[in-house]
């Protein structure tokens, strides 16, 4: 049975960071890509980074490059995500994504 237990989220104020953690079980968690999503109220789901199975290739949105980094420990089946720098716009449910698989959410709201 394919798991995924996100944690990390939070309120943050402008210019703060976050750690999102996403400990993952059930399946060969080094054969696959992982993906961090998030959805902001109204609007759709959006891809937010991307790491591949050897964590070495990397991709992440315009919106949060140089912000955001995408790491992976490929010994603990977890995906991380570093936000730093962030902003009121980054405020959404993260949740990571392999396959078909989606994490239940964690909720990410940055306000003063």
Known sequence: QVQ?????????????????????????????????YRQAPGQERELVARIAPSGVARFFADSVKGRFTISRDNTKSTVYLQMTSLKSEDTAVYYCRTANYWGQGTQVTVSS
Do not use: D
Request: negative net charge; proline residues 3%.
């Open 4 to 36: 995924f237990v996100e944690s990390g989220g939070g309120w943050v104020q402008p210019g703060g960071s976050l750690r999102l953690t996403c400990v993952t079980s059930g399946f060969t968690f080094g054969h696959y890509e992982m993906n961090w």
